[in-house]
Each structure stands twice: as structure tokens, then as C-alpha cells.
């Protein structure tokens, strides 16, 4: 089988010592190969030579009966005397240069990476495939070793070595089938160079319906290969959404929205600081959504499955725990996270903390100052005090499509004109009022408004949630948000009786209740820039 052959997309490896008690090998493997795995990796650490052929002989015998093409952890050896099809490498196992020269050429050889520098010596070296990983953490092999985790980013940025070169990759390290959806979401390169497939262990071998499991992840991965038009972020984005990307379009679906919110009353579930609680949950209630704010990690998958949106704010970090659980059982429900990276450029912790949320969970919307935006874009034009930012880009447009792209989700950049994209697409808005950037949390608020409005969506949007990680148009339901935010604040603003801060977040607070649909398609002031 020659290398364009092979099907990668569920790499089973092989780890006897995991099956349940009272489930043989070869049962286990014929069941996890009906269930729809598409390659198999024989790894035994622990056998001897003459077990190692054994075991190996036995798993080609049965694996060539589905056509499934079997590789050798580590030796060359084993794999010449077993007649298997290849072999997958670690970095300190057989050069790869060395095994091709040992094996037959069409033998089929990939390489484990974790650094960005594997990645470009494997293909240097002409590998057939990688394995990316450790993704997450996982109990299956020691990856306690510093930066042994790569994260999902990680996994992307050594996706983007092989971009170009023909060289097929899959992911291992803790994967299962309720985190699959979000880690082929997530892992991918700027311009949507995606995973070939998945390699796991436990979440099959461990099972005690193998075939069950392998069923589950082969579903998830067909499902999401079948979406072939993801854009750039991820989503997937028809041509009737984008028709829908005009001024007008914008405009009628964010009239439309105003409604819909108060028609569903999404459970808006905030993690969020402790400066906003209070005013995050009226203007939650005064738009027409549910606020609950709820932080412990135990409470976290009960709430996943309630309708609605999440929002996770670090403006005081107090439960990280509960952040990190709370995106990603809502991941699992096809529920909305909106990420507030507060201050996230003010303190290493801050910016720590954030790269370890988005490596845990996919966000379907990013929002934040300029401060905020420029410190996970790695930009240093714009200053920050604090959680206050000091002046703007010179390019706007390209900062939110660039950071869109990076971590395959929607981007606001808030300020005086807000800025919205999904990577492609930018929509500049620029309603608002200079007061609602004088209050506390004026930024935290729109996150709240977009978690309500972006909940909303998912809830109504037609079609089936399969191989989507959220239902719905974010990209849509993020200028909702905006726009009844800033048009609200306008209104309040030019209220009798306003006189600063003090009087205006009682009269915004009002005058989101009070919003219309009308109000909205005759002040929206909507701009917009396709790619
Ligand atoms: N000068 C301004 N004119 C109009 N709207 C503004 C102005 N400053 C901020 N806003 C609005 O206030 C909201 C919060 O943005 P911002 O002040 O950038 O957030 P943060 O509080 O995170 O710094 C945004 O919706 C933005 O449109
Ligand atoms: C072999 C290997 N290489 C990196 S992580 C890993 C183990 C993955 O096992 P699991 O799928 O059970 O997390």
C-alpha cells in the first residue's frame, strides 16, 4: 500500500494491557475493526521478540481480512519478519533515513513529533505521516515531561510545517470521542490545513465495546470531513450565509435576533469577575435571557446541558477549574463559549491562563480590546493599563482576520468602531456611545450580550448539529449582540436625566429592555469587507 493509500482517519494503537477484564486481544481488535477503524499500530512495550512477532502476525492475519493495513511501533525487525506494512518511529527509536534503507520502498513510515523542529526533520526526512501529540494530557504513556502536552496549539503550529509537502498527519494524546469534534475544530493551520485523522488508545482499547467506541469516533470524523467546505475558522459558512454579509443582511437578521432572544430565553451561564456579576446578569435579563452565574467544577456538566451560551471572563481569575470544565463540557453539547481574555496582556499569569483555556476548550467567539486582542495576536503596537487599552491598530481588519483564523473562531475587537470576523469576512460597526466605554465592564457586557445572542442562535438555527461543533451563524449573531449593545447605549446616553456614568448604566440597563427590532435597522451603522 503506497502512501496516498492509506487511510489515516482512525489510527488504532494497540495497548494490550488496557483491555477490560475478560476481553481477549483479538476479540477486542475484530470488534474495534467492525466498529470502523482504518489502520492499525502494533505497540507492545512490554513483549519480547518472539511474543512481539506473534502478536504481530496474529493482528495482520486478522487485519488483512477488513483490508486494514497494520504498522510496527518501533521495529524494523518485526515489522520485515511479520510482512507488516510499515512502521511508526519515536524520536529516539530507528532514523527514519536508516529504516527506509532497512525496508521494502513501499513500506509506509511515520514519525512521532512534539516540536515544531520533529515536524520539519520529518518531512526533511520524507516521512509518510505524523503523529502529533501528546494534544492533551493523557494516562496511556508518560508525557509528564515538560512540554511533552503540545496543546492544540501546538498541534497546529507543527500543522503548518507540513502545509504544502504532502505529508499526512494525525493527532494522539487523550483523544475520545467527547473531545474529537473540538480537536479536529481546533487543529488546524491559518489557512485550514486539517488532521488526516486520530490515533487513540484507551478510548478504544479500554472499552468494553470496542466496537461501540470505534463506531462513535469514526461517526464524528466522517461527519466533519462531510462539512468539506469548513472555512478558514472552522465553520461552516454556505453561500446563503454569505449573501447574508451585507449591510442589509446584517441589519434585518439582527432585528430578527432582538426577538428571537426574548422568544427563547437562552440560560446565559457566566463565569465571569467579580467587579460585573451584578450588572452582566441585568443586562442579561433586560435583553430576554437567563443569567446564571455558577463556577464550581461539579456543577459544570449539569449546566452544559441546559440550551443557551457560556461566557468565560478572566477578569478575576477564581475558578479556573470550573472554566476549564464548563468549556469543555459545553464543546460536547454543541453550546457556544465566548472567551473575554480580561487583561490578558497585563500579567504573565493572565496570559498563562488563557493559552491553557483555549488548548482546553474551543471558543466560537473571541472578544476584546485592543490591548486584549494585540496581546494573543503577539502584537505589541497597542499598550495596555492594565484592563484598559491604550489606542488602536493601524490595520484593524487584519488583526481580527489573522487572530480569527488563528484560533478558528469569531473576533471582536471592541472599542470606538468594533470590528467582527470570521477569518474571511470583516464587519466594522460603529454605533456606541464614548460612556460605555467610561463604565466598568462596558467590554464584559458585550460579552454577555453575545453569549445571549450567539445562545439564541445555536438554539434555533435549522439543520443538524453532526460534525458542527456549534449550530449556527456566530458571525451573524455576534453583530446582533454588538449592535443592541451600542445602539442601546445611544439611546441611553441622549436620555433626559443622563448626566455620566452613574445615571447611564440604570438608563442602558432600561433601554435593552426596551430595544426594538425597528430601532435597530434604523440606526445600525454597519460597514462590511469580504476577503
Ligand atoms: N468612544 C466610543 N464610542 C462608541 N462606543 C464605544 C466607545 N468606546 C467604547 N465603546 C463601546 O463600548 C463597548 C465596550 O468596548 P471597550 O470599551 O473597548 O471594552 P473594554 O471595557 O473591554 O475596554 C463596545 O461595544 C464599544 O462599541
Ligand atoms: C502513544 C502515544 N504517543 C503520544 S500520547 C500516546 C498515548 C495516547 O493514548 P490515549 O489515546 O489513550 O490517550
Known sequence: MKQHDIDLSLYLVTGRNLL??????????????????????????????????EIAKETIALCSR?????????????????????????????????????????????????????????VEDGADYVG??????TSTKDVSAPGRVCGIAGTCAMLSVLEGTGVKAVAIGGIKSTNLLRTLHGCASPTGHALDGVAVVSDIMTSPEPETAARRLAQTFRAWMALASHGPTGFLVTSEQLAQYTQEGISAAAAALVDTVRRVRPLVHHITNNVVKTQSANVTLALGGSPIMAEAEAEQADLARAPGGLLINIGTVDAL???????????????????????????????????KLLDTWQPAVIKGNAAEIGALADLNEVKSQ?????????????VVRSLARKHRCIVVLSGPTDYLSDGSTVIRLSNG?????????GGCILGTAIATFCGATSMTAPGTSEGVLVKGDMLLATAAATLALTIAAQ???????????????????????MLTPEAVLRTARIEVETD
Do not use: W
Open 386 to 398: 492594565g484592563v484598559d487599552s491604550l489606542g488602536g491598530f493601524k490595520d484593524a481588519p487584519d
Open 491 to 513: 439611546h441611553a446616553a441622549s436620555r433626559e436625566g443622563v448626566r455620566g456614568q452613574g445615571t447611564f448604566l440604570p438608563a442602558l440597563i432600561d433601554e435593552l429592555a
Open 132 to 137: 502529533l501529540g501528546a494534544v492533551y494530557a
Open 66 to 122: 477488513y483490508n486494514i493495513p497494520v504498522l510496527i511501533n518501533d521495529r524494523i525487525d518485526i515489522a520485515l519478519a511479520s510482512g507488516a506494512a510499515g512502521v511508526h518511529l519515536g524520536q529516539t527509536d530507528m532514523p527514519l533515513v536508516l529504516a527506509r534503507q532497512l525496508l521494502p520502498p513501499s513500506a509506509i513510515v511515520g514519525v512521532s513529533c512534539t516540536t515544531l523542529e520533529h515536524a520539519r526533520k520529518a
Open 20 to 53: 477490560p477484564h475478560g476481553k481477549s486481544y483479538l476479540t477486542s481488535l475484530e470488534e474495534a475493526l467492525r466498529g470502523g477503524v482504518t489502520v492499525v499500530q502494533v505497540r507492545e512495550k512490554g513483549a519480547d521478540t518472539a511474543e512481539f512477532v
Open 433 to 441: 456611545h464614548e460612556l460605555l466605554g467610561q463604565i466598568t465592564g
Open 321 to 355: 477549574d470550573g472554566m476549564l470544565a464548563a468549556g469543555r463540557h459545553a464543546n460536547q453539547n454543541g453550546k457556544p463559549v465566548v472567551f473575554d481574555p480580561v487583561g490578558v496582556g497585563a500579567t504573565a499569569f493572565r496570559r498563562a491562563t488563557a493559552a
